[in-house]
């Protein structure tokens, strides 16, 4: 089993930056993909970025290409989602994932934090 612990959102202006953190313990060395979702109220979740084991694949979704950065550090069991030049739709809770190898869907899911982007 994985658990999932996510840290540093919060309240922050239009073209600023931000940054958070996905603390993961238990079987993490059972996590092939890492990501970070999103969902904003009254809308779907969906997927913002992922990253694989080793950290030499990733896949971001085409509203926050070139925005945001999605990084692992197997060492220390964190997952990091640098975010920058964000813009108010950016603002929802954002979610870290993890799933195994060989599965279809995120096996392990943290409680989320809130990113809010003022105009």
């Known amino acids: 089993q994985v658990q999932l612990v996510e840290s540093g959102g919060g309240l922050v202006q239009a073209g600023g930056s931000l940054r958070l953190s996905c603390q993961a313990s238990?079987?993490?060395?059972?996590?092939?993909?890492m990501a970070w979702f999103r969902q904003a109220p009254g809308k779907e979740r969906t997927l913002v970025a992922a990253i694989n084991w080793s950290g030499d694949s990733t896949t971001y979704a085409d509203s926050v290409k070139g925005r945001f950065t999605i990084s692992r550090d197997n060492a220390k069991n964190t997952v990091s989602l640098e975010m920058n030049s964000l813009k108010p739709e950016d603002t929802a809770v954002y979610y870290c994932?993890?799933?195994?190898?060989?599965?279809?869907?995120?096996?392990?899911w943290g409680q989320g934090t809130q990113v809010t982007v003022s105009s």
């Open positions: 238990g079987r993490t060395f059972s996590t092939s993909f």
């Open positions: 994932a993890g799933k195994r190898a060989g599965t279809a869907g995120y096996n392990y």
